[in-house]
């Protein structure tokens, strides 16, 4: 008798508990990663990956957002692609279909965005993809693929950054002929497409070679690029080329001048007292802006706080960084919206708006953001010159 | 032109060298225990890592940390060898089964120690050498010169040694050489340790040239068997010989042809060869 009394008595609690379990789990956003966190071309996707997190712990740890009455914790599941486009699919399948994710962080890489593109498309209005990828743009904007915003600015266009970019190299520099190495893939092959008008358009000429993805060696394509005497090397597009290209072309006295749209500064820091000028476009030099920006200097001691270790100043914390803006301004445009499920809606609040967090982010008529950067000019030494510019 | 072309055959001998001490370790290995350990590129990253670690974060001198990093490797391939190759032993399959699976261990471990971020060591001799329009940097000259050093002593130690002697005797007939007294058991065990050792060794000169990262030994690997299948298996120093002209086709095919498919140019040479050649330019044809 009195073990059954027990036995009711627990059933009676779990019967109480049943409810509050269900109403905490509809109280939940989901959001998806899908980003290449290891693999050789990782840089954007590790870096990228790691501001979300920290976003999704500050939020869940204030409590939550509000939407109408409704308080919402945000749960994330972020998934490796490797770089791999297959495996990419799989997990993006798992999102959509078993996660039953509505937002998707995510790719930074082209190929991989490419490969996706036709799963993906089919559940266009059903979900929303905010991507980096730089072909991206070829798909961006167009009927039938509203699920997908650029989350980066375009290069080229009036409010394009490697426009504002070239301009500012030949203000600073006057080139006659700049030399372009990009890996042999999707990203590579469109930075060529897009730069080569650029340059031409301001009297430069080009000459553009394409590597393998993975080479170390690069003496042979610089060898041959040299024979065309650039004024400056416009090599692209990760850090794990980058630096290797950067050191081999001073020691190998192929070029000391070099202009980037992609990478970091950490190529060009590692190698300064070898390079006479190192051009690049970075979101935010944070080294500057902790010091003026309260919510970049929040960011950073969030970083340290949360994986423990420094601040990557050197690398791409531009992604991360980045991303990290895009959970608050998602939530931004929910709230606003009213809702956390009615993904058009929440789409086009959040293409209408301008989000003002580490970056003023805003978008453009063909669905790609627009933000503010800097240009950061190296010269002999490491010393730094920074311009902000305001597309 | 000529400069450009002398300047990438010498290129191209350099980067060979690198080959060529994993094809070394390759062509040993498969020798003596039977099996093809592809696992070799990840004990080169192992080195690789290593030499940064105690270059620039332990601050040791380079020759210290390049000591302390074949150290490493060696360890590393003697616990690999006690808990997974003694194993496979002669067994092409289970062998090459084992090193793949290796291979994603000791990759993840790299990136969760290490991440993806390329680490770039602190340049170790700085400069270059020039003549006329060619220029070669002095720490890509030293390493090939150590490269060529250890192999040349490999080669050496194998013709000259009793246990060098003892190992060719186990290649070309193992019952033969236990009957001899040859104690089988630890030169596979040594054998193992000591091409790992070299892929260390190798790693660590890879760092004072190249940044790193966690997946570099499987670019390494492949070229390293191929420049083993190359010069023919077996061969010790064919196998430097393997990994030069390859590093020389990949660099000078790369002059007159797309950059993008240089890999290929050492793969068809590779093919062209073992057509006419199939045990490789310095294999037996028996």
Request: neutral net charge; contains cysteine; hydrophobic residues 45%.
């Amino acid at each position: 008798m009195k073990s059954s009394f027990k036995g009711y008595f627990a059933a009676a609690l779990l019967a109480a508990a049943v409810p509050n379990l269900a109403s905490a789990q509809t109280a939940t956003v989901k959001l998806g990663q899908i980003e290449a966190q290891t693999g050789p071309n990782a840089i954007y996707g590790y870096m990228s990956s790691q501001g979300v997190p920290i976003a999704v712990d500050e939020v869940n740890k204030a409590g939550g957002f509000k939407v109408g009455d409704t308080t919402y914790k945000l749960e994330l599941i972020a998934l490796d692609t490797r770089g791999d486009p297959k495996e990419a699919t799989i997990q993006l399948k798992k999102l959509l279909e078993q996660d039953k994710v509505k937002f998707v962080f995510g790719p930074f890489l082209s190929n991989v965005f490419v490969t996706i593109y036709p799963y993906a498309k089919q559940f266009n209005g059903k979900f929303l993809m905010l991507g980096g990828g730089t072909r991206i743009h070829e798909y961006v904007g167009q009927p039938g693929n509203e699920f997908v915003i650029r989350t980066w600015n375009w290069d080229a266009g009036p409010k394009g950054f490697g426009e504002k970019m070239v301009d500012y190299l030949v203000k600073t520099a006057h080139p006659k002929k700049v030399a372009m190495l990009f890996q042999n893939d999707s990203g590579g092959k469109v930075l060529g497409d897009t730069y080569e008008p650029i340059f031409k358009a301001r009297g430069i000429e080009t000459m553009t070679e394409y590597f393998e993805p993975g080479t170390k060696d690069f003496s042979p394509v610089l060898a041959k690029i040299a024979e065309f005497h650039p004024d400056y090397l416009f090599p692209g597009y990760s850090d794990a080329a980058l630096y290797d290209i950067v050191r081999q072309s001073i020691e190998g006295n192929y070029s000391k001048k070099f202009f980037l749209v992609r990478g970091s500064t950490g190529p060009g820091m590692k190698n300064k007292d070898g390079l006479e000028d190192y051009i690049v476009y970075v979101p935010k030099d944070f080294e500057e802006a902790e010091k003026k920006e309260p919510k970049v200097k929040h960011f950073v001691d969030a970083y340290k706080a949360f994986y423990k270790r420094d601040f990557p100043y050197d690398q791409a914390p531009l992604c991360s960084s980045s991303c990290y803006d895009h959970v608050y301004m998602l939530i931004a445009a929910m709230q606003k919206a009213g809702t956390v499920d009615d993904v058009e809606k929440i789409r086009t609040t959040l293409l209408s708006m301008t989000y003002e967090g580490m970056w003023k982010i805003s978008f453009d008529d063909h669905n790609e953001q627009v933000f503010d950067f800097d240009i950061v000019h190296l010269k002999k030494g490491g010393v730094k010159e920074v311009t902000h510019v305001e597309p | 032109m000529t400069q450009v072309v002398v300047g990438q055959i010498l290129n191209g001998i350099i980067l060979g060298s690198l080959y060529g001490i994993i094809a070394l370790g390759v062509t040993m290995t498969f020798g003596i225990t039977g099996i093809v350990n592809f696992a070799l590129g990840q004990f080169m990253m192992i080195g690789a890592y290593a030499t940064w670690y105690f270059t620039d974060l332990a601050m040791l001198p380079f020759p210290v940390a390049v000591v302390l990093a074949v150290a490493l490797a060696a360890v590393a391939g003697l616990i690999a060898d006690q808990a997974l190759f003694r194993f496979t032993r002669n067994n092409l399959v289970n062998g090459l089964l084992v090193s793949i699976g290796l291979i994603s261990v000791m990759e993840s471990g790299a990136l969760l120690l290490f991440t993806t971020t390329p680490k770039n060591m602190d340049i170790v001799i700085a400069g270059s050498w020039s003549l006329g329009a060619i220029t070669l940097p002095r720490m890509k000259v030293v390493a090939f010169l150590l490269l060529v050093a250890v192999i040349g002593l490999t080669w050496l130690g194998l013709s000259r040694a009793w246990l060098g002697r003892a190992t060719r005797a186990y290649a070309q007939n193992p019952e033969a050489a236990m009957l001899m007294g040859v104690p089988t058991k630890l030169l596979q065990t040594g054998v193992v340790v000591y091409s790992c050792a070299l892929a260390g060794f190798g790693g660590a000169l890879y760092a004072s040239l190249f940044s790193l990262e966690p997946s570099l030994g499987g670019l390494f690997i492949l070229k390293g068997v191929e420049a083993a299948i190359l010069a023919g298996v077996g061969n010790l120093l064919g196998a430097l010989a393997g990994g030069v002209i390859l590093g020389v086709t990949e660099s000078v095919g790369s002059l007159y042809l797309p950059s993008a498919f240089r890999d290929a140019y050492g793969l068809v040479f590779l093919v062209a060869i073992l057509l006419f050649r199939p045990a490789g330019l310095f294999g037996s044809q028996k």
